[in-house]
């Protein structure tokens, strides 16, 4: 009797239901294995393409306006053969230029202000002015002032970077838990070593995140800089496709753009998860 009571209650339960791959998948903030990842990462990629052949090679939008793939891939050809090569290497070195004397001021700045309250007032508000003026409209007083050889594209990049580089490694600072701050303060740790062996180690990761994200800004700044006023560059190679109506060769510039900056990304990326490993 007591067996048959115990085999009812057990088929009265509600039974539990077997998670789906795809629920696990969508967990938010779960993580997923990383062929996973690689695959739908490449996956994207397929996609993007896949529509771009659908469009030009199925004539839904002219090759005038949209090239297609193999046209796009030839004029890359013929680009990299007439020495396309050079203006890649000259917009690297400015970018990377102007950004490392913006991120060699950037970081010191950043971290008095998010971590002191009288730099903070002092000058926060100053790179918060700053930061809502476009980089761009500096450049024809840049022009003026120091004329239009290499200084003028990397101080339009300084200007563009040193600003978000400021405000957004202050912020990474004072993301550092309050808890652990006063936890070393009880346990005896002075103003100096809270700074350098707590609030640091604990924000240099998110400041990485926070260089990876600020130097792709930085591109946007030198390829502006480049059309307004230069004579070599992957911005001004667009420019001059521009005023001859080789879309493709524009395409080319702009896909190069993206290779660059996918690579120096996911480069960023693993150097930061290999260097600061315990916070992955």
């Not at 789906?20 to 695959?39: C, D, E, G, Y």
């Not at 339009?156 to 004072?174: D, E, W």
């Not at 006063?182 to 640091?200: A, H, M, Q, R």
């Not at 753009?257 to 992955?280: E, H, R």
């Given at each position: 009797m007591n067996c048959l009571k115990q085999l009812s209650l057990e088929k009265d339960k509600p039974k539990k239901k077997k998670k789906t791959l795809l629920v696990n998948i969508m967990a938010p903030q779960r993580k997923?294995?990383?062929?996973?990842?690689?695959?739908?990462?490449?996956?994207?990629?397929v996609i993007i393409l896949g529509l771009w052949s659908f469009i030009t090679y199925g004539k839904i939008v002219g090759s005038m306006f949209v090239p297609t793939p193999g046209e796009t891939f030839k004029a890359m050809h013929t680009m990299f053969a007439n020495g396309f090569w050079s203006d890649i290497g000259i917009t690297v070195y400015r970018v990377m230029s102007g950004f490392i004397i913006a991120l060699i001021v950037a970081i010191p700045l950043g971290i008095l202000v998010g971590a002191y309250s009288p730099f903070a007032a002092l000058l926060e508000p100053v790179f918060s002015f700053v930061r809502y003026m476009p980089a761009s409209a500096f450049i024809p007083l840049f022009i003026f002032w120091i004329g239009i050889g290499e200084s003028e594209k990397i101080a339009v990049i300084i200007l563009g970077s040193l600003p978000q580089l400021v405000l957004m490694i202050a912020n990474n600072i004072r993301d550092v838990e309050t808890s652990l701050i006063e936890v070393s303060y009880t346990l005896?740790?002075?103003?100096?070593?809270?700074?350098?062996?707590?609030?640091?180690p604990k924000s240099l990761p998110n400041i990485m995140d926070t260089i990876r994200i600020v130097l792709g800004w930085a591109w946007t700044y030198v390829i502006v800089a480049e059309i307004v006023g230069a004579s070599s560059g992957i911005g001004f190679s667009i420019l001059q496709a521009q005023r001859t109506f080789q879309i493709d060769s524009i395409f080319v510039g702009i896909l190069t753009l993206g290779i660059i900056g996918l690579i120096v990304d996911t480069g960023l990326t693993i150097i930061n998860k290999k260097v600061f490993s315990w916070n992955f």
């Amino acid at each position: 009797m007591n067996c048959l009571k115990q085999l009812s209650l057990e088929k009265d339960k509600p039974k539990k239901k077997k998670k789906t791959l795809l629920v696990n998948i969508m967990a938010p903030q779960r993580k997923i294995p990383k062929k996973v990842s690689i695959f739908l990462g490449i996956f994207s990629f397929v996609i993007i393409l896949g529509l771009w052949s659908f469009i030009t090679y199925g004539k839904i939008v002219g090759s005038m306006f949209v090239p297609t793939p193999g046209e796009t891939f030839k004029a890359m050809h013929t680009m990299f053969a007439n020495g396309f090569w050079s203006d890649i290497g000259i917009t690297v070195y400015r970018v990377m230029s102007g950004f490392i004397i913006a991120l060699i001021v950037a970081i010191p700045l950043g971290i008095l202000v998010g971590a002191y309250s009288p730099f903070a007032a002092l000058l926060e508000p100053v790179f918060s002015f700053v930061r809502y003026m476009p980089a761009s409209a500096f450049i024809p007083l840049f022009i003026f002032w120091i004329g239009i050889g290499e200084s003028e594209k990397i101080a339009v990049i300084i200007l563009g970077s040193l600003p978000q580089l400021v405000l957004m490694i202050a912020n990474n600072i004072r993301d550092v838990e309050t808890s652990l701050i006063e936890v070393s303060y009880t346990l005896g740790t002075n103003t100096f070593d809270v700074l350098w062996k707590i609030i640091l180690p604990k924000s240099l990761p998110n400041i990485m995140d926070t260089i990876r994200i600020v130097l792709g800004w930085a591109w946007t700044y030198v390829i502006v800089a480049e059309i307004v006023g230069a004579s070599s560059g992957i911005g001004f190679s667009i420019l001059q496709a521009q005023r001859t109506f080789q879309i493709d060769s524009i395409f080319v510039g702009i896909l190069t753009l993206g290779i660059i900056g996918l690579i120096v990304d996911t480069g960023l990326t693993i150097i930061n998860k290999k260097v600061f490993s315990w916070n992955f």
